[in-house]
């Protein structure tokens, strides 16, 4: 099992940019489909973005689609979320989690098959 710590987030004008970072700690992290997820006041939470184990296989919710990149190095034990163009409605909490069970090919936006969370990172996006 990893645990995960996420950084990156503050606050961004619309149409800014911030790169958001989340460092796993314990093993087997190349073993872990990643995913960034994100929930805003009063709303649920959605997925954002998964990436495969290796990397090869990517995922993204049609609102972000072609404004954020998922990225990893599993050498560093890092899954990265490059954001740009960023809007108002980006504004969220946002997290990054890890599928233990997952295969080589698996990517996934399922939140509930995710079972390692960080504590997330606030983004807040300026109008």
């Known amino acids: 099992q990893v645990q995960l710590v996420e950084s990156g987030g503050g606050l961004a004008q619309a149409g800014g940019s911030l790169r958001l970072s989340c460092s796993a700690s314990g093993r087997n992290f190349n073993r872990h489909a990643m995913g960034w997820f994100r929930q805003a006041p009063g709303k649920e939470r959605e997925s954002v973005a998964a990436?495969?184990?290796?990397?090869?296989?990517?995922l993204y919710a049609d609102s972000v689609k072609g404004r954020f990149t998922i990225s990893r190095d599993n050498d560093k034990k890092t899954v990265l979320l490059q954001m740009n163009s960023l809007k108002p409605e980006d504004t969220a909490v946002y997290y990054c989690a890890g599928y233990s069970r997952a295969i080589l090919t698996t990517v996934t936006m399922d939140a509930s098959l995710y079972d390692t969370w960080g504590q997330g990172t606030q983004v807040t996006v300026s109008s």
């Open positions: 990436i495969s184990r290796g990397g090869g296989g990517t």
